[in-house]
């Protein structure tokens, strides 16, 4: 049976090409001017993926998607088309699927739709020694990236959660060692919208802490990990002990 694709967006030249060239390649496609009327369709069509735009009349893309969250999860995969960063950026705090910046081709959506599709639990790659480092402070960044350098992995990093998110949607690295308090957003929910996304669901993420036997990190890490596949919280003292453990969960070094 064919996977059904919702198309909301009120540029009509747009949709009917998308139509037209996601039904060649085997989809099955409905369309919608806006947000009000995407409601409609999706009720009747139960989508596989809606590819939401995000400035549209009547009921625009952020609206539709509080409308159909239910206890802040979407009732279907949304994947956002938009021309403004700013927008992305509050959709990245947000459980969607991907994103994709104006103008697109129909062969860069199809792309895009095929990694959505792609089985999330299918076993992962072998992993490397390529790691993102997201902290915010620069002290422990400063000291972490050193010893992960020194033990030959190529680190990559960054002091803001939602820009290391936008920067590994390109990079996937083979780890993501990700502080669990960040400045601008929590490190569970980076690690969560990383394995929302199908192009960076299969990076393996690790939170860690300085605070040692914190129940709070405990029941962090046992809430993500029933949702995602994080299954490691990194509790240290000397930041010498995230290399080790790092090292040792993924029989690295």
């Known amino acids: 049976m064919a996977q ?31 947000g009000l009327k995407g409601l409609e369709v999706a009720e009747a ?17 952020v609206e539709f998607y509080e409308k159909i969250c239910d206890d802040e999860q979407p009732k279907y995969p949304i994947f956002v ?27 860069q959506i199809l792309d895009e739709i095929k990694a959505v599709f792609q089985d ?19 002290n422990v960044l400063e000291d972490i990236e050193a010893m992960f350098k020194n033990d030959g992995y190529a680190v990559r990093t960054s002091a803001s959660g939602i820009e290391a ?18 400045d601008d957003i929590p490190g569970d929910l980076l690690v969560l919208r990383l394995y929302q996304m199908a192009k960076t669901a299969k990076i393996n993420c690790v939170l860690y802490t300085p605070d040692k036997s914190s129940l709070q990190a405990k029941q962090i890490l046992q809430t993500v990990s029933q949702k995602t596949n994080v299954t490691t919280l990194i509790e ?3 930041p010498a002990e995230i290399l080790k453990s790092v090292n040792e969960a993924f029989r690295l070094g």
């Not at 059904?4 to 060239?21: G, S």
């Not at 400035?55 to 625009?60: A, E, F, Q, V």
């Not at 076993?123 to 620069?138: N, P, R, T």
Request: hydrophobic share 45%; net charge negative; proline share 4%.
């Open 4 to 34: 059904k694709i919702l198309i909301i967006d009120d540029e009509k030249d747009v949709c009917q090409t998308l139509q037209a060239f996601l039904t060649k390649n085997g989809f099955h496609v409905s369309m919608a001017n806006d």
């Open 45 to 61: 069509e139960i989508p596989d993926l809606i590819i939401l735009d995000i400035n549209m009349p009547n009921m625009g893309g």
């Open 165 to 182: 998110i936008e920067e590994m949607i390109g990079l996937q690295p083979d780890i993501a060692l990700v502080a669990l308090n960040l």
């Open 81 to 107: 088309s938009t021309g403004r960063a700013d927008m992305e950026k509050m959709f990245m705090e947000l459980n969607v699927a991907g994103f994709i910046a104006k103008p697109y081709s129909p062969q």
């Open 236 to 238: 240290y003292i000397n």
């Open 120 to 138: 999330r639990d299918a076993g992962k790659v072998k992993v490397g020694k390529d790691v993102f480092i997201v902290e915010s402070d620069a």
